[in-house]
């Protein structure tokens, strides 16, 4: 392991911390200071890694920022990355989500969008382009807006085939492609919703965050607005695995880069509170598929807590051991070079976390 890189990104700039054995962090920043950074993507396909940034300025609007040179510099297109073509009748309001895809499709780089949409690049992410089929899909007229507003916040390729691409939206479900997205599946069943007369629509749900598993490509983990679930069939099919935990909603889940069946989750109290459960600031994970969940505690703070854990503020890097990260709207990183067996506080004081990715850099 060379180096590993933090990328922060919180209600007012991008923080970028870096370290040789995860032991010692160096931090700067901000970038783009006093704007809004929502998603974050580090790209090693290329020669170099590329950073992807999406940047929303209160007086410039949103953008897409890249870095190849691990933000010492930054470019902006000279026309905007993503943008709505006129005849949707719409404007971007945020990037919610940036997604490389894997070798399989060199270039392409995937973005999400609120409003909920589809944006895809075979550039790198200098440009995007609209995925016309799930905009016009019938069903998207009568996906509701998240308390945080409606966005695609989650993209997935597969690496065994290009064409393949499963997404969600809050409050739209999960929706499946097989075809380079000409035509999109709901994938929604077991998913419960316990907000509407019908509590298992075909569509619907309010997916929080959806993560594969490292190595069963057909297996997933959802976390949703009070339920948490597995699919061992590429999404067709859900089951609930949430029983063992102490509360069912949150916002985050991550899986472990190598290891199939482990999974990490921060859960929340029910919508009522959305604080930590018994006000600790613990991560929670299953090494069996989610037959089982157990706290992780060592080293996290053992008083009354009250950060909340967003739904991109949970990550793992590709280290061994792995790396396991979470950020927190009281402005705290956490970080444990162990799988998640003890935690160290990186950063504090920081303005809301509100993404967090890492990277081991060859």
Request: aromatic share 10%; proline share 7%; glycine share 12%.
């Amino acid at each position: 392991m060379t180096e590993v890189l933090l990328a922060v990104g919180t209600q007012k700039g991008l923080f970028l911390g870096r370290s040789p054995d995860r032991a010692r962090w160096e931090f700067t920043g901000p970038h783009f200071q006093m704007n809004a950074v929502y998603s974050v993507a580090v790209d090693r396909r290329g020669p170099v890694p590329r950073l992807l940034v999406g940047a929303d300025s209160s007086h410039w609007g949103p953008s897409v920022w890249h870095s190849d040179d691990l933000g010492e510099t930054w470019q902006e297109p000279a026309q905007p990355a993503v943008k709505f073509p006129e005849h949707t009748g719409t404007s971007l309001e945020r990037v919610w989500q940036l997604h490389p895809a894997g070798p399989e499709a060199p270039g392409v780089v995937y973005a999400g969008t609120q409003p909920a949409a589809l944006f895809r690049s075979t550039d790198g992410g200098r440009s995007f382009t609209l995925d016309e089929a799930l905009w016009s899909h019938p069903q998207r007229a009568d996906w509701a807006a998240g308390f945080g507003g409606q966005g695609l916040h989650t993209i997935l390729t597969d690496a065994r085939d290009a064409s393949a691409v499963t997404v969600a939206v809050s409050t739209g479900g999960v929706y499946r492609t097989a075809d380079g997205g000409d035509s999109w599946q709901p994938a929604n069943a077991g998913i419960r919703a316990s907000f509407l007369p019908d509590e298992y629509p075909e569509f619907g749900q309010c997916v929080h965050k959806v993560a594969a598993d490292p190595t069963d490509r057909d297996r997933l983990y959802l976390q949703n607005h009070g339920g948490v679930y597995r699919s061992d069939d590429g999404g067709a099919h859900w089951q609930d695995i949430g029983s063992d935990l102490p509360a069912t909603f949150g916002f985050s889940i991550a899986t472990h880069p190598r290891r199939s069946g482990t999974a990490y989750l921060f859960p929340l109290d029910a919508d009522y509170a959305r604080l930590p459960v018994g006000r600790r600031c613990r991560v929670y994970r299953t090494q069996d598929a989610g037959a089982s969940w157990h706290p992780l505690s060592a080293g996290l703070p053992d008083e009354d807590h009250y950060g909340v854990v967003l739904r991109d503020a949970l990550c793992t890097d590709d280290g061994d051991p792995a790396g396991v990260y979470f950020g927190n709207r009281n402005g705290e990183v956490y970080g444990s070079a162990d799988d998640g067996d003890s935690w160290t506080l990186l950063s504090s004081h920081l303005p809301d976390v509100l993404c967090v990715r890492a990277a081991v850099l060859d």
